[in-house]
């Protein structure tokens, strides 16, 4: 089992332009989360999927974010015209059911610098 | 809302000593605790969790009470090594029978153990 996979682990845009950032969960997960990671905020929650179904998007900006799950075996999170203050960690994380009580396993994360 | 305080954000340590790192919730009925620890250029890793009052959550030679009363589920260890030095998050999950599973985490704890 290659746990949580995420790509790339650096991506460096310039401000402006637009960022997709991939997601394979762990097989036999059927939840997805996606979480934001910087110094001054700590681990943001955005957004999360169950069964691909968008269940809980109440962390994510109005704006410029979005994020999918087309199918079972991958979800993206875009920015579009990214901003500095987009430049964070994003890390991707699966559980089996989405439910509150169980561990998470979190992929190493993408590394998102805004020049 | 729903949140998590850790009131240390550094602790540092000498190799053998005793290891506490506070952790203090805020939510109704009877959330899902949990730590995590996250080492450089990874994504956080569940160490334990617990979901009753009184019940004690334990890995790797970590430990930790769910206390209703006081709201806490301190992180203690009896005798740290120079391998633990890493973040430590306390993570709160929904209240039980919430079919929601996100995490709320709290600001993380960064150990620093010197040999």
């Known amino acids: 089992n290659a746990g949580v996979i995420q790509t790339p682990r650096h991506k460096v845009t310039g401000k402006g332009q637009e960022a997709t950032l991939w997601c394979e969960p762990i097989?036999?997960?059927?939840?997805v989360f996606w979480y934001r990671q910087t110094i001054v905020q700590g681990l943001e929650f955005l957004t999360y999927f169950r069964n691909q179904a968008p269940i809980d998007d109440s962390g994510m900006p109005k704006e410029r974010f979005s994020a999918q799950m087309p199918n079972q075996s991958h979800s993206t999170l875009k920015i579009q015209s990214t901003q500095p203050q987009d430049s964070a960690v994003y890390l991707c994380a699966s559980s089996l059911a989405g439910q509150g009580n169980e561990r998470l396993f979190f992929g190493h994360g993408t590394k998102l610098s805004v020049l | 809302g729903d949140s998590v305080t850790q009131t240390e954000g550094q602790v540092a340590l000498s190799e053998e000593d005793f290891l506490t790192i506070h952790c203090n919730y805020s939510?109704?009925?009877?959330?899902?605790l949990f730590w995590y620890v996250q080492y450089p250029g990874e994504g956080p890793q569940f160490l334990f969790r617990a979901s009753r009052d009184k019940e004690k959550g334990s890995s790797r030679g970590f430990e930790a009470t769910y206390d209703k009363g006081t709201t806490s589920f301190h992180l203690r260890k009896a005798s740290v090594q120079e391998s633990d030095s890493a973040v430590y998050y306390c993570a709160l999950g929904p209240h039980r029978g919430s079919a929601l599973g996100r995490l709320h985490f709290g600001a993380g704890t960064q150990l620093i153990v010197i040999p």
């Open positions: 097989s036999g997960h059927s939840a």
């Open positions: 939510a109704s009925g009877y959330p899902a």
